[in-house]
Structure formats: C-alpha cells, structure tokens
C-alpha cells in the first residue's frame, strides 16, 4: 500500500485530492493557529509554524497505511481543508479524521462531503470492514454527524486528552464504530452527495 493518498476522490461540491507538501501556504497556516477552527483537534499540541507543519505532514505521507488528502472546492477552486485516513489492513479497520479550516464552508453538507468518499474508498477500494473514530465529548456537531451516519457509541475515554488553549481543561473522547454491514444500509442516503459523472460532463 502507497503510503500517501495515490487517488483523488469526489463528493458532490468537493475534490479530495493528494496532499503536497506545496499545500502548507498561509492560508493553511492560518487555519492551523485559528483557535476556533482548530478547538476540537488535538493540533494546538503541536508545533504549528511553517517548519512544524511541513515537518508533521512529511511525517503523514511517509507513514505505512496513511491517506492523506487536500480538500478542494471544485468550482471555487480554493483549498478548505484536509482528510486523513489511516488503515490497518492487518485488522481490517481504518481511523479517520477532516478539518474544514475556511469558516464560510462550514455548512452541513460540505462535512459530510468531507467524510462520505473517504468512507466509500476504505469500504469500496481498501477492503476495509469497519470505520472507527473518537470525539470530544461536548463537540455536538461531531457526535450529531456521528449519529446520522449510524455510527455507534462504543466507549468513553475519560478525561483522556488535555484542551483548551492553556491544556488546562481534562476532556472526555468518545469512541464511535461502523461497521460495513452497517455502512452498506445507509450508504444510499448519502447518494445525493456523491460525485456523479453525468452532472460534470
């Protein structure tokens, strides 16, 4: 398996193409120090100056099993944000992640947008048999998205991370699992957010 995403993937609105090192511009940097973007992530532990970042994603694209992608607007033409997939063949299981760092793309659809081709890849390409993931407990908008996707509530790691821009806060992550069964009886609602080929012709 290629260590990077070797394989642009489409949504609806959205091009998830291979990152490049070249994407760290200042726009990227600047969604990795905006404290709101950034507050349900576990990024404010890293370094995030130019170095740091460049430095991190040399770390991603050269780590066994890791996908790793630029989200794009198609028609605007403009980088929104990142996704990240992680899988375990061994295990048949993958752990994902996404950031949307352009604040006016932060609508319902667009995160989803986000997530539904990374899913379909892992499930479709990869022979990959369950999706897991964790989020904080009091980040709402994760767990609601969780839930409409038929994720299940596996388990809560208590006080597992520290947040907050000072570390101060001790914050609950909880677990979240999919398996493909599950996936393969609700993928069709989601089949008004999927790229199709004879609207872009």
Known sequence: MAAAADKTLRSRDLDLRPFKLDDIDSAYERWMNDEEVVRFTRIPAYDTSYDGLVAYAERVLNTPGTYFWSVTHREDRRAI???????????????????????DYWRDSISLQAQVPVFDYAFDDLGVRKMYGGTDSDHVKSRFNLARMKFRKEGVFREHFRGGADGAKLVDLVYYGLLISEWQEVSGQFDYLRYRHDEHA
């Not at 990240?84 to 996404?98: C, P, Q, T």
Request: hydrophobic share 45%; net charge neutral.
């Open 81 to 103: 944000g990142t996704a990240k997939l992680v899988v375990s063949l061994e295990h048949g299981i993958a752990n994902w992640g996404y950031l949307i760092g352009e604040r």
